[in-house]
Antibody, heavy 123, light 106 residues
Framework: EVQLVQSGEEVKKAGESLKISCKGSGYSFTNYWIGWVRQMPGKGLEWMGI????????RYSPSFQGKVTISADKSINTAYLQWSSLKASDTAMYYC????????????????WGRGTLVIVSS | SYELTQPPSVSVSPGQTASITCSGD??????VCWYQQKPGQSPVLIIYQDNKRPSGIPERFSGSNSGNTATLTIRGTQAVDEAEYYCQAWDRSTVVFGGGTKLTVL
């Protein structure tokens, strides 16, 4: 089965670090980029950034540049999203998504979504 | 920064046609896709490249994009279509989502 399997719910304190994961299975991992989308409680979708597992080259939304780090390990078909110092405002559901690597420059859509990782940060 | 504007809510009677709009500057020159999100679930891609349906998406879902407005149309709307719908495009190396539209099937 083609799927993105995300790590489980996290409950952390403000100031702590965190790394969540997204493992692709059932398809060629390096043929797709892996992105991350945030959804705060009761709110809409926000694109955070994306990475090419082939060369581990991340691109960030200006809104999240410097606030998170996106990485990938193609040897284990896994992408990561990490924070060095969490804030209460980071409380949200985080989805990983995939985008076809050879898609045209202007053609951006995410054809597969993970189930999401809920991150709860207490102050 | 680029913005996509959707109506917060749309209501439709079962069996009727629902139209959800997504507006943005010269949006017709960009590719638009649409996602459906039901409560407690991950979003699902239902339209890409303005008007293409992924495998498994019912034919009652269609899309169009021209000028400054993209439209998601649901013909013969069913109760199962009640959900939040998001449009999305790409602008200057950034993915942009619309704010979402809650579709209510009355």
């Amino acid at each position: 089965e083609v799927q993105l399997v995300q790590s489980g719910e996290e409950v952390k304190k403000a100031g702590e670090s965190l790394k969540i994961s997204c493992k692709g299975s059932g398809y060629s991992f390096t043929n797709y980029w892996i992105g991350w989308v945030r959804q705060m409680p009761g709110k809409g979708l926000e694109w955070m950034g994306i990475i090419s597992p082939s060369d581990s080259d991340p691109r960030y939304s200006p809104s999240f540049q410097g606030k998170v780090t996106i990485s990938a390990d193609k040897s284990i078909n896994t992408a990561y999203l990490q924070w060095s110092s969490l804030k209460a405002s980071d409380t949200a559901m985080y989805y990983c998504v995939r985008r076809l690597a050879v898609a045209a420059r202007i053609d951006w859509y995410f054809d597969l979504w993970g189930r999401g990782t809920l991150v709860i940060v207490s102050s | 920064s680029y913005e996509l504007t959707q109506p917060p809510s749309v209501s439709v009677s079962p069996g009727q046609t629902a139209s959800i709009t997504c507006s943005g500057d010269i949006l017709g020159e960009k590719y638009v896709c649409w996602y459906q999100q039901k409560p407690g679930q991950s979003p699902v891609l239902i339209i890409y490249q303005d008007n293409k349906r992924p495998s498994g998406i019912p034919e009652r879902f269609s899309g169009s994009n021209s000028g400054n407005t993209a439209t998601l149309t649901i013909r013969g709307t069913q109760a199962v279509d009640e959900a939040e719908y998001y449009c999305q495009a790409w602008d200057r190396s950034t993915v942009v989502f619309g704010g979402g539209t809650k579709l209510t099937v009355l």
